[in-house]
């Protein structure tokens, strides 16, 4: 039995991108779906029996209409081929309104080819290859648990504890009703102890989530534990159950730089109680990130550094950010023009910074209207010593707060 793994394709992410005059769309929104339609296209390829998709669709609860059209165009090959489709809800799909309906659970309309899965659940899906037995077990959710009067009172540590419990006694008890002979794979949205984050994930949040072992997730005749919700592909258990994190399908940051992305097509090959499980981690199509840090303190000419620095650096059709140090004596021979026409070739510039050095600066901040968001943020930390080891990650949030706001101002 075939099945395509994935998680975290997280659409609607726009920093770092601009509006393509040709379609009207953010050229962001058109990378991740070239990733996406890129891993719909292997799994038509491998003829899979089964799409599992790990949770967070999106990048919230409230996709626009174009985002959701875009999901739903990229799964109907999928539909059309009568490949079942499986989506779990993940923590960036859950609406935050106890009732309201999650980012995909329109989804299950796509002529009776997909299931959702909101809560906790064992299921039997049938495939062209035979069936599949299923643990779906989805972000827990808290308002849920707290809807129960013995837990109101509890504190958000205890509320914790309480989840890994209640997560843990369910697989305990769901592998007791499986039947060995059959393929069965355990999929989930959360963290797992020992896992790497790959930059993007807020570690301040993750060290508050409810957490588990893989010993609590890899119990026999479970075949793999497909998961989402940290975007690095791993194994967190090489040398049993595979424990699998698929990755994200594309970057989402600088801090992604370095990470390839992609998704897991998993085999499981059965011969009657005797079962083999095999994976491989497929990369997509994504955007480059190229971050650029270049040290010209003391060069009597630091735009040159720069731009050889730029000359031994593939930045065609990436997001490109440079980062550049000098002396304070060489700030009147940076020379911005010149280093923007050499990184014309890049997707997206999306900034060339001065790092703050070493020196006494008046704790006084000049922002101007003009100013970007970027530039304006950018130069208050310089001001403030204490932000500087905070600076990408303050950027970042800002830029990403600020995309959502103009995407929620838009029609669409």
Same mark, same amino acid.
């Given at each position: ?43 038509? /390829? ?7 998709? *790990? ?8 996709? #626009? =209409?174009?985002? &959701?059209?875009?999901?739903?165009? *990229? ?6 081929? $009568? ?7 993940? $923590? ?25 899965? @909101? !809560?906790?659940?064992? %299921? ?15 972000? =827990?959710? @808290? ?6 009067? %013995?837990?109101? !009172? ?10 890994? +419990? ?5 697989? &305990? ?19 797992? +102890? ?21 010993? &609590? ?8 534990? /497909? ?7 791993? $194994? ?32 499981? &090959? ?11 981690f497929v990369e997509t199509p994504a955007r480059r990130f190229v971050d650029l840090h270049v040290d010209a303190r003391g060069n009597a000419d630091p735009t040159e550094s720069i731009l050889k620095a730029i000359a031994r ?23 911005? !023009? !010149? ?5 014309? #070739?890049?997707?997206h510039i999306a900034g060339i910074e001065r790092l703050a050095g070493p020196v006494v600066r008046e704790r006084r901040t000049v922002i101007h209207r003009d100013n970007s968001l970027r530039e304006a943020l950018t130069r ?10 905070? @600076? ?10 600020? /995309?959502?706001?103009?995407?929620? @101002?838009?029609?669409?």
């Amino acid at each position: 039995m075939k099945i395509l793994h994935t998680a975290d394709i997280h659409l609607g992410i726009t920093t770092y991108g601009r509006i393509d005059p040709a379609t009207g769309l953010n050229t962001r929104l058109q990378d991740f779906r070239r990733a996406f339609e890129f891993m719909v296209e292997q799994a038509l /390829a491998e003829d899979v029996d089964l799409f599992l998709f *790990c949770g967070d669709a999106f990048r919230h609860p409230d996709p #626009s =209409p174009t985002e &959701q059209t875009i999901f739903a165009e *990229c799964l109907q090959p999928l539909v059309e081929r $009568n490949i079942p489709i499986v989506l779990l809800v993940g $923590n960036h799909d859950h609406p935050v309104t106890f009732g309201r309906a999650s980012s995909i659970d329109i989804f299950r309309y796509l002529e009776g080819q997909a299931r959702v899965f @909101r !809560r906790p659940e064992v %299921a039997t899906v049938p495939t062209k290859s035979g069936p599949l037995q299923l643990i779906a077990l989805p972000w =827990p959710v @808290r308002s849920l648990l707290l809807t129960r009067e %013995a837990y109101r !009172r509890k504190s958000a540590a205890e509320v914790r504890e309480v989840i890994e +419990q209640l997560y843990t006694e369910y697989v &305990q008890k769901a592998v007791e009703q499986l039947d060995p002979s059959l393929p069965t794979v355990l999929a989930g949205h959360f963290s797992v +102890q020992g896992a790497e984050l790959s930059g993007s994930e807020r570690t301040s949040l993750i060290a508050h989530e409810p957490k588990f072992t893989v010993g &609590q997730l890899a119990l026999p005749p479970i075949d793999y534990v /497909a998961l989402g919700h940290i975007h690095r592909h791993q $194994n967190l258990n090489p040398d049993g159950i595979p424990v699998v994190y698929s990755s994200s399908i594309e970057r989402v940051s600088f801090r992604e730089a370095d990470d390839p992305k992609g998704f897991v097509l998993v085999d499981i &090959q059965t011969d009657g109680k005797r079962k083999q499980t095999r994976y491989r981690f497929v990369e997509t199509p994504a955007r480059r990130f190229v971050d650029l840090h270049v040290d010209a303190r003391g060069n009597a000419d630091p735009t040159e550094s720069i731009l050889k620095a730029i000359a031994r650096t593939p930045v065609t059709d990436a997001i490109v950010r440079v980062r550049y140090q000098v002396d304070e004596d060489q700030l009147g021979r940076v020379d911005m !023009r !010149r280093i923007r026409k050499a990184l014309h #070739s890049a997707a997206h510039i999306a900034g060339i910074e001065r790092l703050a050095g070493p020196v006494v600066r008046e704790r006084r901040t000049v922002i101007h209207r003009d100013n970007s968001l970027r530039e304006a943020l950018t130069r208050y930390i310089d001001q403030h010593e204490q932000l500087h080891p905070l @600076r990408e990650q303050l950027i970042e949030a800002a830029l990403a707060l600020e /995309a959502r706001l103009e995407a929620e @101002r838009s029609p669409d």
